[in-house]
């Protein structure tokens, strides 16, 4: 694994190495959420390119979140954020454990199939990272459609670090910076997802 403090892909590309975005974009439950998370409008399109490949059903047990086109805009925002914040929190947790099981919950590919043959190479060498962020997640645009929302987040890493599973010390990190973050959520079969995330300038 290449990752360090800062995911690896720069000035709009997709991210292609999920442990280092996971140090940029994931926090816990109880790490403290910077104001903004009030629903944007969506007015405009999103820059960037972004995956809008259609995710899986909602898993068992999971209730089915309402079409987009029956809600109005608002509740559909509150809904991604809601499942954005989720998402972060999953992702953090494979990190931690090194079991990508929790995942398809809440992303699908292509963003599902790297972070799985991610967290699968760390589990191979005895890695594992821990990491904390402050996150500060908006909606800013979504397709025609209305089936993929688009949420703007600026994170900040507070901390992220590298620990040997044999030994428990710690191998590599530090302290990180603050990155602007597009994300792709995506509605199908009862469930928004996340398809796919693109680093922009620091914020």
């Known amino acids: 694994m290449h990752a360090r403090l800062m995911p690896s892909s720069l000035n ?49 047990g999971t209730t089915a979140a309402p079409a987009p086109s029956a809600l109005p805009t608002a509740q559909v925002n509150q809904t991604v954020l809601e499942r954005y914040r989720e998402y972060r929190k999953i992702f953090k947790r494979a990190y931690e454990r090194n079991d990508p099981s929790e995942l398809s919950t809440v992303t699908m590919d292509p ?9 699968e190479q760390l589990k191979a060498r005895g890695q594992i990272w821990r990491f904390t962020t402050v996150s500060n997640a908006k909606v800013y645009a979504r397709s025609k459609d209305g089936l993929t929302v688009y949420v703007i987040d600026c994170i900040r890493t507070l901390a992220g670090y590298r620990f040997s599973t044999k030994t428990g010390k ?34």
């Not at 963003?111 to 799985?116: K, M, V, Y």
């Open 170 to 203: 710690r191998t590599g990190g530090g302290t990180g910076g603050s990155y602007l973050h597009r994300i792709a959520v995506r509605y199908d079969q009862g469930a928004w997802k996340v398809t796919d995330s693109v680093q922009d300038k620091k914020c």
């Open 12 to 60: 709009g590309r997709s991210c292609v190495r999920p442990a280092a975005l996971a140090l940029a974009a994931l926090t816990t439950a109880g790490t403290l959420t910077a104001c903004g998370d009030k629903p944007g409008s969506g007015a405009f399109k999103p820059n960037g390119s972004l995956s809008t490949t259609s995710p899986g059903a909602a898993g068992p």
């Open 111 to 119: 963003l599902l199939d790297q972070t799985t043959r991610d967290i």
